[in-house]
């Protein structure tokens, strides 16, 4: 490893640029003649619009044009679609119902878009917007999943009877009810997995001109994906020929999923700019971003583990019903199955699963993707399950876990990943060390003094990340595949670019990217720039999500490089009239090994585009595309163990320490991966103890804003211990797991099983508020 | 936010003038309630009157033991006057923890005052500290003066120049905040004056700020944490929304009341 | 319209403006400043956050002719040259930012703070200090260590923050 090559901490290249305010995010964009969108939405969760009267707003100050969704209808726009089709057990497809991107006839959550208004400025545009008026008949609403699928519930579109999507099963039922019939212990669960808002501190945005002489779109927007973006917005929603439309996404302000998906917004902003004839700029306020980016989890769980008298896991039987609101979000109905229910085996040796999964309608923002994705709701009910058993089976947590622990890999589970490495005994180990775990009892004493509830719980999470193969999941129903694709440009004095179609907003790609280059051709890290989130500019590649751009874009990368190096040591073998099999790349320099023969690096990259001397038959220049499709998924896993102490006069819970043991595979830059550890541990302990969305009975969103959205502040978390065991990942060439979203999947578990622990509680429901727990402490006194 | 006319005047006369000249025009004193209200366009003031460079309405005096508090005084000015760190330290405290501290540099004790929210901290101190509000046109007791959500015995065009009060034995402040807005879900000023005792609450009412009778009895006999177990904090007319119950709340009064007794 | 005359910077300008303008959107738009961001409407989240006459305010919750006659120090302002802030460097050195879009209110704020405290500061003060400043990538952990480690930096301290 060299200072700045593979597994170097290295502070980060694009840092200068947002720390001294010069980066370029998509409301930092102007271009000539720009102009501003409001949309009109609706402030009902389910109405019939009845009409629409735009004249007054068309006649206000600065309003270029009030739009309609029957104009867009007119246009042939398309409607919003989920890119991944699951279908029932009975093996029907799942009932997708329509979703435009301005809504017409129907509207079917608060926030929905009815109507957008562009004109001169931003306030202006709002100001038409309160002037467009719409006639609404109020239709009945419904916002929670479980009383959705009862008879006689509300309809939220006509194509999804009794508000059903789908009704999915995975694993063996039979053997899973005969386990539990023959179990000596079995734990029974009802769990709520609370849904929550992702709350990227950038709204989204999106800046769409349409250029008449050459009928082309030019589009900056918040995406995570751009190319994903301009697929959809070219095959499906009818926008414009990919070839007609560029999607640039610039520094983007996090994403956590909920940048992934195309929404109304840009569908809107593109078509208005077309037909307005100016260049339209929406950005979001926090309400909207509050009411229509999509949500995460909320799911309802029942569920059985069963036990032999050994207190080994023989069986797990689980019920789920997932709110997905009112319309299927791009990616979807994937979470609550292929990225959940593949994942309940957890560390453990479980013969046999059966897990159902029912999607539904609401009256509410559509549900998908946010980070973790399915996999923190596999992991809290694995977690809290065996946190529950080992209570009632009177063992302690760690010695249940070990008991029932994974050690032979590869190892495949019933629901079907197939788990290519691990130890997790080490990282329970490494974690309760690092936690003193064999001190609490003191601690508990001490905390008891002073008066408060001291509790400590565990988490053993396992997560899959770059889902894979792509003929695989296409199997599964997977619109796209997920391959990432890469480029590496040297460029004639032997400075490099890479275009990588993965994305990054936040995850310090231009770094860690920029590392895997300096390791391979011995140059400084200021030699290599990355360049990504522009189609015009990198080839077609799939984007950063599900904590894929380490093991995928990366992979990707690495394969290139395999063909540049090849490449360049057949020049440098050539200069050198040596061996290309004897040149090794090193000091800046490529050398014929064992002797001093050597050509400066650059030399070589400038002897490939002067083609004056290359090897007979060769190409000029030293360019290479690699796309890597993974051959399975990369499953990173760990330990976290937190301690708490509850107030009981007030019920806050203060989180006294958090461990987390992690094993990520191979490390690029420990720096950012444990800064990505602590970000999803923090978000993680929001979800368990601060963060919930509640939506009363008509439909309106409670949690709107900050006021009543109980984001993580720095008070309300410690500084974390973070540390890491290794075991290569042996699916990729750089043996790299993943690492975006282990901190948000292992920690929500660790959390509510050390509040429950310390309030003597079998269990409590996330979040675990102050009022929570004092009216739980209460209920209990 | 709808469009607005900002003036600046520089005397209480004339922002009174300038006041009582539209109907549909507001003071603006720290702006750090009004502007976001007037950015989701709940409100609409035709004008706003900046009271923040009026000479008359600042500074922090101390006259033998009466402490006079001008309007336009920040929080982070409170917080920060060594006067008050010595003659009323819970005060002091109690606006250096009002909102966060970009907000203190703006908000003032004058804008909270008139603006009345049921979630602020500075109407519990001026109720428990039998302060007197001090306005452009009369002097109002504290007690005449909070008269509800968001209501004030102010009259159209009248303002407040300042508050005083006679500086307590024993005063503090104890608040358990709303775990998303930070504001106060139940936040209770306690002050003693020789015999007399007050207790006032706020973040917890349905009907804004009040002064808890039994707390002040409990007290005035015996000034201690202890003194309150036996007092039953009723949840009658107490607030009950998303973030906690009126039973709830009424346990936090109970709770920080106690803490705030030690405290002082 | 308000006529609104400050010192950005360091350079005077002035501009005649709606009433309604918030300086946030008047060091955006009038003057292409924007590395102040906004990240909210309800005044929490502190991406915007300025020095308005050497202390930290919200710029969202402020209207342009407010501050006129002032002296702002936005995010573009903190160093002059090619040299960073402490505290720009900190972040930096201690990975305390990942999207970028908080940093800047939250290094103008760090700047408020440690200003404020004159060396004396602690991990809970930095916490509880940074109230106003919402982010959501990192866990707030290497910002807090960013923050004591410039304070010390800034204070001539050699104790380097954990």
Known sequence: MGLQGIGAAVPRKEDRRFTTGAGRYTDDMVVQGMRHAAFVRSPHAHATIKGIDTSAAEGMPGVVGVLTGAQLKEDGIGNLICGWAISSKDGSPMNMGEWSPLAVGKVRYVGDAVVVVVAETRAQARDAAEAVMIDYEELPVVVDAVEALKDGAPQVHENAPGNLIYDWEIGERDATDAAIAGAAHVTKMKIRNNRLVPNAMEPRAALAKYDKAEDHYTLWTTSQNPHVARLVLSAFYNVAPENKLRVIAPDVGGGFGSKIYIYPEEIVCLWASKRTGVPVKWVADRTESFLTDAHGRDHVTEVEMAFDAENRILGLKVDTIANLGAYMSLFSSAVPTYLYATLLSGQYVIPAIHANVRTVYTNTAPVDAYRGAGRPEATYLLERLMETAARELGVSPAELRRKNFIREFPYQTPVIMCYDAGDYEASLDAAMKAADWDGFPARKAEAASRGKLRGIGMSCYIEACGIAPSAAVGALGAGVGLWESAEVRVNAVGTVEVLTGSHSHGQGHETTFAQLVSDRFSIPLDQVNIVHGDTDKVQMGMGTYGSRSGAVGMSAIAKALDKVETKAKKIAAHLLEADEGDIVIEDGHCKVAGTDKQVPWFQVALAAYTAHNLPDGMEPGLKEGAFYDPSNFTFPAGCYICEVEVDPETGKTEVIQFVASDDFGNIINPLIVEGQVHGGIAQGIGQALLEDTAYDASGQLLTASYMDYAMPRAADLPSFQVSNTVTPCPSNPLGIKGCGEAGAIGSPPALINAVTDAIGVRDITMPASPRRVWETLNAKA | MYETNYHRPSTVEEAVALLSANPDAKPLAGGQTLIPTMKQRLAAPSDLVDLRHIEALRGIKLEGRRIIIGAATTHAEVAGSEALQSACPGLASLAAHIGDPHVRHMGTLGGSVANNDPAADYPSAMLALDATIHTSTRDIKADDYFTGLFETALDEGEIIVAVSFEAPEKAAYAKFANPASLYAMAGVFVARHGAGVRVAVTGAGSDGVFRQGDMEAALSANWSPAALDSVTVSADDLMDDLHASAAYRASLIKTMAKRAVAAA | ?162
Do not use: W
């Open chain 3, 1 to 162: 319209m308000a006529k609104v005359e400050l010192t950005v910077n360091g350079r005077k300008v002035a501009r005649e403006v709606e009433g309604r303008m918030l300086l946030a959107h008047f060091l955006r738009e009038e003057l292409e400043l924007t590395g102040t961001h906004i990240g909210c409407d309800t005044s929490q989240c502190g991406a915007c956050v300025v020095h308005v006459d050497g202390k930290a305010v919200k710029s969202c919750t402020m209207l342009a002719a407010q501050a006129s006659g002032t002296e702002v120090t936005t995010i573009e302002g903190l160093s002059t040259g090619a040299d960073l802030h402490p505290v720009q460097r900190a972040f930096n050195t201690h990975h305390g930012l990942q999207c970028g879009f908080c940093t800047t209110g939250m290094i103008m704020a760090s700047v408020d703070i440690i200003n404020r405290y004159g060396g004396a500061l602690d991990e809970a003060t930095v916490r509880a200090e940074l109230e106003g400043n919402i982010c959501r990538c990192t866990g707030y952990h290497n910002i807090v260590k960013a923050v004591l480690d410039a304070n010390a930096e800034m204070h001539g301290q050699t104790q380097a923050a954990e």
